[in-house]
């Protein structure tokens, strides 16, 4: 996606916001597309329906378009395979006229490179920035493989070579997310692995158990003896901070097995004796080879149902923060869209628990499964979230009936959650110290039905002479009407620009509106 504007600051927590009174925090969704869904099946490679599940939705520059890679499985081989659709405008998309694979022995119009192991072929796709990156590696795509991670390159995103150490990697399961990282400088890699967790004989006292946990890319297991289920393969993580994660072979660990859950399409069981969850890990790269500083980084919680888990996890840098979409399911087979975010993209809060994409009605294509969104549009007044969508759930066979398509819904510029004041008082939010480059002071609000007034405080919590609330020229309106949904801030003869290179706080004095976030016209740092 386009880079947001310098300076964009949202107000998702304490980290930006020292306190409020009178107000509470609202969490907005997107609002789906009516015409939904957008990209159906068309060509014959994409058997039940495409769908987007560890794809990207990249801006070309050089040929000034959006590119929406994506996923069709094919039940009749077993096979994961990917392809591209093209867009000018983000809203109307096209499959373009490739041919560089072919389907049942017929060129495929828009299917991707399979590449070693053809039935893992589906990518998560990096532009690298860089200026001295190699023109033939500008494109970078890595993808899970039960060998390892396979590495591939491109100089258009179209063309893909292999990497000729595949697979340079062997730790991630089967649902990988990668990016480039300005603010680390490096490529990031979010990816799922299963946590296993249970209780084994104890070799010193047969008749008792000592608990077990861990962390696999993927396994195998069976029925044991006398209520045991053993682990005949598969291999475990082993982390190390320093070193990086190492992996070694699980061969013939037995669990205790009663009480077990039912399989929820993925091959485990989420509750019981023993059970295995999905948990979200991360780890860093300078090179997209070489990775290191595994550590898991997010889990299900006790506000979670108890059989829940985190199948994937799409993460972007976005208005001072790391926002991520964390795909959550339980036993019932449900996949649906939380958001989370973070200031490091590793310390993870999800306070709103509520639907960022939810199910569809009854009969709707995506009723079954919403799968994770890919990188948002970012046009003048709203961010277009493309996601995939199921008709059925995960726990039901692949062999019944089914589809898979591409819906879209749009959210409000920067909108991901708002300040409002409690009816009938004055709502204050305060900022955090912030250091002032230069520039207006903008706002991201509607007060329509009310007013915005702004006061500027200094760091030891006076106010600023001629930057009081009574000066400030209230906001009154809803600032999705201009360009960037932003509208600046006045004071008597003033703007915020005459306090360059000063830390201020800033106080907002909120009556019938709601806030979503603020913008320096310069760069901002708390």
Not at 81 to 93: C, F, I, P, V, Y
Not at 407 to 420: K, V
Request: aromatic fraction near 12%.
């Amino acid at each position: 996606m386009p880079a947001e504007p310098a300076g964009l600051l949202l107000l998702l927590d304490e980290a930006v916001v020292a306190g409020v009174r009178d107000c509470r925090q609202t969490f907005h969704a997107p609002v789906k597309d009516p015409s939904n869904p957008i990209i159906t099946a068309t060509e014959p490679w994409e058997s039940r329906g495409p769908y987007t599940w560890g794809t990207r939705l990249l801006w070309n520059p050089e040929r000034q378009q959006h590119d929406l890679y994506y996923v069709a499985f094919c039940v009749e081989d077993n096979h994961y395979r990917w392809g591209l659709a093209e867009s000018a405008d983000g809203l109307t998309w096209t499959k373009p006229e490739l041919f560089i694979e072919s389907f049942a022995d017929v060129p495929a119009r828009n299917m991707l490179t399979g590449g070693p192991h053809p039935d893992k072929a589906v990518r998560s796709v990096v532009r690298d920035p860089r200026p001295d990156c190699p023109p033939d590696q500008r494109y970078k795509a890595i993808r899970f493989t039960y060998e390892g991670e396979y590495v591939s390159y491109s100089p258009d995103g179209r063309h893909w070579t292999e990497d000729l150490g595949n697979p340079v990697w062997r730790v991630p399961s089967d649902i990988i997310h990668a990016l480039w990282d300005p603010g680390y400088g490096r490529f990031v890699a979010y990816f799922k692995l299963w946590e296993l967790s249970g209780q084994t004989p104890d070799p010193s006292s047969p008749s008792d158990w000592r608990p077990v946990r861990k962390y696999l890319p993927f396994f195998g297991h069976r029925p044991g003896p006398d209520g045991l289920a053993e682990f005949y393969e598969g291999i475990e993580v082993l982390f190390d901070p320093e070193a990086g994660a190492r992996t070694q072979p699980v061969e013939g660990l037995l669990l205790r097995a009663d009480n077990q859950g039912m399989d929820d399409g993925g091959g485990a069981p989420l509750t019981g004796a023993w059970h295995a969850r999905r948990v979200i890990a991360r780890a860093e790269s300078d090179d997209f080879c070489h990775w290191h500083r595994e550590e898991i980084v997010l889990a299900v919680d006790e506000r979670d149902r108890p059989d829940a888990n985190i199948q994937y996890f799409f993460v972007l840098p976005y208005g001072g923060y790391y926002l991520g979409f964390a795909t959550v399911h339980d036993e019932r087979g449900h996949f649906e869209q939380q958001l989370a975010f973070s200031r490091d993209g590793r310390r993870w809060s999800r306070p709103w628990r509520g639907n960022f994409i939810g199910l569809g009605p009854p009969g709707a294509f995506d009723s079954g499964m919403v799968l994770a969104p890919t990188d948002p549009i970012l046009t003048d007044t709203q961010l277009i979230f493309y996601y995939g969508g199921f008709d059925i759930q995960h726990w039901q066979p692949m062999s019944d009936p089914w589809s898979s398509a591409i819906g879209r819904a749009f959210l409000r510029r920067d909108g991901f959650a708002s300040w409002d004041n409690l009816p009938g008082r004055t709502g204050i939010v305060e900022i955090q110290p912030l250091a002032v480059a230069g520039g207006d002071l903008w706002l991201n609000a509607d007060a329509q039905a009310g007013c915005i007034r702004v006061e500027v405080w200094d760091e030891g919590g006076q106010v600023v002479p001629g930057f009081e609330e009574s000066n400030c020229t209230p906001l009154t309106e809803d600032t999705a009407r201009y360009a960037q949904c932003l509208a600046p801030v006045r004071w008597t003869g003033k703007s915020l620009g005459a306090l360059a290179d000063c830390r201020v706080r800033l106080r907002f004095s909120l009556e019938d509106a709601s806030l979503f976030a603020l913008r320096l016209g310069e760069e901002l740092t708390l």
